[in-house]
């Protein structure tokens, strides 16, 4: 397992953007393909977006797609979000996810996560 610190969440009207950051403690980055679930109050997690170990593939959940941009930094062990035209059904708690094997919109199987930082959309 590794361990993983996000950043970057916060209040923001609708229309706005946001960048969150997924730190990694990995000595080896690359090694992992990651992810963006997010969990509304009430709802279950969903997925949002994820991302090969080496960055060349990327797969979003229809909700986001065209909005947000999943992107990573091997060399500062760093994944992002980018967040634009940000909706108020956006409003949740989102958490990066990290594993040497598993790949896809399915929350069950990956091995590591963080805690997650809260995202809030005001309309």
């Known amino acids: 397992q590794v361990q993983l610190v996000e950043s970057g969440g916060g209040l923001v009207q609708a229309g706005g953007s946001l960048r969150l950051s997924c730190a990694t403690s990995?000595?080896?980055?690359?090694?992992?393909?990651m992810a963006w679930f997010r969990q509304a109050p009430g709802k279950e997690r969903e997925f949002v977006a994820a991302?090969?170990?080496?960055?060349?593939?990327?797969y979003y959940a229809d909700s986001v797609k065209g909005r947000f941009t999943i992107s990573r930094d091997n060399a500062k062990n760093t994944l992002y979000l980018q967040m634009n035209s940000l909706k108020p059904e956006d409003t949740a708690v989102y958490s990066c996810?990290?594993?040497?094997?598993?790949?896809?919109?399915?929350?069950?199987?990956?091995?590591?996560w963080g805690q997650g930082t809260q995202v809030t959309v005001s309309s």
């Open positions: 996810a990290a594993d040497l094997a598993v790949f896809g919109r399915s929350t069950s199987g990956w091995g590591s």
């Open positions: 990995a000595r080896s980055t690359s090694s992992y393909n």
């Open positions: 991302i090969t170990k080496t960055g060349v593939g990327t």
